[in-house]
Nanobody, 120 residues
Framework: QVQLVESGGGLVQAGGSLRLSCAAS????????MGWYRQTPGKQRELVAT???????NYADSVKGRFTISGDNAKIAVHLQMNSLKPEDTAVYYC??????????????WGQGTQVTVSS
């Protein structure tokens, strides 16, 4: 069983910064990609940023230039540095991990979510 542990959420004023971290543990054959998604009440979960094991990144337009995603393949961890935060960034942020459990068997996992609140 794969588990994800998230940390780093909290309350910050607009213009401030936060750093989210997520680490995976368990029996994993190969990590494919990790990423962050966010969700607010009444809305669908949306992509924030993803990074592949090869280092390719993808960002939502709304966070480009403000957020930076980075990965640590050795520790199977992902970090999201969030700068110049805006009230509209307020959401529950979820870590996602896509991996191979063994040859031919792919699976995806979600973290428990961490609240990010940006006050105006």
């Amino acid at each position: 069983q794969v588990q994800l542990v998230e940390s780093g959420g909290g309350l910050v004023q607009a213009g401030g910064s936060l750093r989210l971290s997520c680490a995976a543990s368990g029996v994993i054959f190969r990590s494919n990609a990790m990423g962050w998604y966010r969700q607010t009440p009444g809305k669908q979960r949306e992509l924030v940023a993803t990074i592949t094991s090869g280092g390719k990144t993808n960002y939502a337009d709304s966070v480009k230039g403000r957020f930076t995603i980075s990965g640590d393949n050795a520790k199977i961890a992902v970090h999201l540095q969030m700068n110049s935060l805006k009230p509209e960034d307020t959401a529950v942020y979820y870590c996602h991990f896509h991996c191979l459990l063994r040859v031919g068997i792919e699976s995806g996992y979600w973290g428990q979510g961490t609240q990010v609140t940006v006050s105006s």
